[in-house]
Antibody, heavy 120, light 107 residues
Framework: QVQLQESGPGLVKPSQTLSLTCTVS??????????WSWIRQHPGKGLEWIGY???????YYNPSLKSRVTISVDTSKNQFSLKLSSVTAADTAVYYC????????????WGQGTLVTVSS | DIQMTQSPSSLSASVGDRVTITCQAS??????LNWYQQKPGKAPKLLIY???NLETGVPSRFSGSGSGTDFTFTISSLQPEDIATYYC?????????FGQGTKVEIK
């Protein structure tokens, strides 16, 4: 059973960089067949796709965030990470890491989500 | 970006009722559509992929249909544990986009 777990600060100051890591267990990021994704959900709102990465390092970002987002992968640690720079209060959200099938693009495994609040 | 419009935004139905949610894409997305269930405080759960395929382990009372721009998600007999918000998601074009959600409640 694949499991994903987000980790990182729950509070980030405005203008700083939000950094989260997702640790994958029960399966290898390097096995192929999947994209490793970040999705966020503003409080009480819908879902927003941030982007994803393949184990080879190929990345795909939401154009609305592209100038501020970096997703990276560390296959040796079976982890992938999100960095979002120059954050504002509008970036306050629950951030999910997840696994996306390359074939169906179904997001079949999700982390529990972590709330990141941007506030001074 | 492809806009996904779900309706209704919320609904109230009785246990055993048939529930239908629609999702309309702003352009043709073939069958590149998935459906998710999200319970309060939890991550979404994939129910249907490629518009009509039931994810492994998902009860057969859930189903999906459609192609092109118009899609339907159905719960054939609503159960108390189905109380949740349901989202459609297109993956024809990046960025992947989600509908705004449909909140299902018990009457």
């Amino acid at each position: 059973q694949v499991q994903l777990q987000e980790s990182g600060p729950g509070l980030v100051k405005p203008s700083q960089t939000l950094s989260l890591t997702c640790t994958v267990s029960g399966g290898s990021i390097s096995s192929g067949g999947y994209y490793w994704s970040w999705i966020r959900q503003h409080p009480g709102k819908g879902l927003e796709w941030i982007g994803y990465i393949y184990y080879s390092g190929s990345t795909y970002y939401n154009p609305s965030l592209k100038s501020r987002v970096t997703i990276s992968v560390d296959t040796s640690k079976n982890q992938f990470s999100l960095k979002l720079s120059s954050v504002t209060a509008a970036d306050t959200a629950v951030y999910y890491c997840a696994r996306t099938s390359r074939k169906s693009k179904g997001i079949d495994y999700w982390g529990q989500g972590t709330l990141v609040t941007v506030s001074s | 970006d492809i806009q996904m419009t779900q309706s209704p935004s919320s609904l109230s139905a009785s246990v055993g009722d048939r529930v239908t949610i629609t999702c309309q894409a702003s352009q043709d997305i073939s069958n590149y559509l998935n459906w998710y269930q999200q319970k309060p405080g939890k991550a979404p759960k994939l129910l249907i992929y490629d518009a009509s395929n039931l994810e492994t382990g998902v009860p057969s009372r859930f189903s999906g249909s459609g192609s092109g721009t118009d899609f339907t998600f159905t719960i054939s007999s609503l159960q108390p544990e189905d109380i949740a918000t349901y989202y459609c998601q297109q993956y024809d074009n990046l960025p992947q986009t989600f509908g705004q959600g449909t909140k299902v409640e018990i009457k």
